[in-house]
C-alpha cells in the first residue's frame, strides 16, 4: 500500500502569509493526488485534483504543484475562512490513502 | 447534487449493519462511488470505492474480507454492508461521488460528499 505522509502537521499563521504544506508519497503517484479542506463538523471540501487541478468555485489563492512522490498545496494569502484542516489524497493505486492532515490555525 | 447516507446506529462488537446512500442531482451509473470514514478526532480513512457497474471494487486492508460494497444504479443508490464490527470501526461514514467518471482506474477524487452516518460499535 501506498504510505502518505504530510508535513507539517500543524502550522500557525497570520491572515495575509503564505502557508505550503507538503505531501510525499511512499512511492511515485503520477499526479494522482487531490487536496481537500475540512471545517470543524464539515464533511470535506476538494480543492484541488491531479496535483494542480483547482475544482470550480474555489478561489485562485490555492494552488497544487508537484511529481512523482512530492506535492504541495500553497495558499497564496491566508484568510480568516482558510483556517481549517488540510489533507492530501493519492488515488494512483487501491488502496487510496489520505494524508494524516495539517491543521492550519491562527 | 446530493448524497444523503443512511443506516448507521449503534451495534454490538461481532454484529452487521449495512449503511446506504442515495445520489440525486447527477446521473449516478456515470460515476464511480466512494465510501470514506473518520473516527472522532481523526483523520480520514478511505474505506472502499466501486466502478460504475461494480467491475472493480477496492478495499482499504483494514475492513477487507469485513466490509462489501455494492451499488444500485437504478435506484441511484450505494451501499456498504459491514460485517464483524469492532470498536475499531466505530466512525462518521461518508458516501463519496468519484469526479473523473465511472472507472476507480482512473484515478479521481472525491468530489461531493455525503453529511455522513454516525456508526458507533459498542
Known amino acids: 500500500d501506498i504510505q502518505m505522509t504530510q508535513s507539517p502537521s500543524s502550522l500557525s499563521a497570520s491572515v495575509g502569509d503564505r502557508v505550503t504544506i507538503t505531501c510525499r508519497a511512499s512511492?511515485?503517484?503520477?499526479?494522482?493526488l487531490a487536496w481537500y479542506q475540512q471545517r470543524p463538523g464539515k464533511a470535506p471540501k476538494l480543492l484541488l485534483s491531479?496535483?494542480?487541478r483547482l475544482e470550480s468555485g474555489v478561489p485562485s489563492r490555492f494552488s497544487g504543484s508537484g511529481s512523482g512522490t512530492d506535492y504541495t498545496l500553497t495558499i497564496s494569502s491566508l484568510q480568516p475562512e482558510d483556517f481549517a484542516t488540510y489533507f492530501c489524497?493519492?488515488?494512483?493505486?487501491?488502496?487510496?490513502?489520505f494524508g494524516p492532515g495539517t491543521k492550519l490555525e491562527i | 447534487v446530493q448524497l444523503v447516507e443512511s443506516g448507521g446506529g449503534l451495534v454490538q462488537p461481532g454484529r452487521s449493519l449495512t449503511l446506504s446512500c442515495a445520489g440525486s442531482?447527477?446521473?449516478?451509473?456515470?460515476?464511480?462511488m466512494h465510501w470514506v470514514r473518520q473516527a472522532p478526532g481523526k483523520g480520514l480513512e478511505w474505506v472502499s470505492g466501486?466502478?460504475?457497474?461494480?467491475?472493480?471494487?477496492g478495499y482499504a486492508d483494514s475492513v477487507k474480507g469485513r466490509f462489501t460494497i455494492s451499488r444500485d444504479n437504478a435506484r441511484s443508490s450505494l451501499y456498504l454492508q459491514m460485517n464483524s464490527l469492532t470498536a475499531e470501526d466505530s466512525a462518521l461514514y461518508y458516501c463519496?461521488?468519484?469526479?473523473?467518471?465511472?472507472?476507480?482506474?482512473?484515478?479521481?477524487?472525491?468530489?461531493?460528499w455525503g453529511h455522513g452516518t454516525t456508526v458507533t460499535v459498542s
Open positions: 512511492q511515485g503517484i503520477t499526479n494522482s
Open positions: 442531482g447527477f446521473t449516478f451509473h456515470d460515476y464511480a
Open positions: 491531479a496535483a494542480s
Open positions: 466501486i466502478n460504475w457497474n461494480g467491475g472493480n471494487i
Open positions: 463519496a461521488k468519484d469526479n473523473e467518471g465511472r472507472f476507480l482506474e482512473w484515478g479521481g477524487a472525491m468530489d461531493v
Open positions: 489524497l493519492q488515488s494512483y493505486i487501491s488502496p487510496y490513502t
